[in-house]
């Protein structure tokens, strides 16, 4: 399952960071460990301390409950910068 995916069902994977994104011999890019997933609470029954300390997003450091599936493209964005940055 693709972000979009388990987005449109309400479920944030709460843990994307480099080790949990596998690239294959073929350039498949594929997401592993769903582990911390969840299916978000609308009502903010979240805990705000879940993911990897450097791809936390904002709301998570100021210990916000009722977060989306945001923080996850937070996660993504800082993954695509740390690959971005290998290669320069």
């Known amino acids: ?17 480099p080790e949990n994104i596998l690239i294959s ?8 460990d769903f582990g911390s997933s ?3 609470d609308k009502n903010g029954k979240n805990t705000p301390y879940i993911v990897s300390r450097y791809y936390r997003a904002p709301e998570l450091i100021i210990g916000v409950c009722n977060y989306t599936v945001s923080i996850d493209i937070w996660g993504i964005y800082f993954i695509l910068l740390s690959y971005c940055m ?3």
């Open 86 to 88: 290998y290669f320069i």
């Open 38 to 40: 969840k299916i978000l």
């Open 1 to 17: 399952m693709g972000l979009k995916d388990i987005h449109k069902k309400n479920i944030s994977h709460r843990d994307l960071k």
């Open 25 to 32: 011999d073929k350039d498949e890019i594929r997401i592993c």
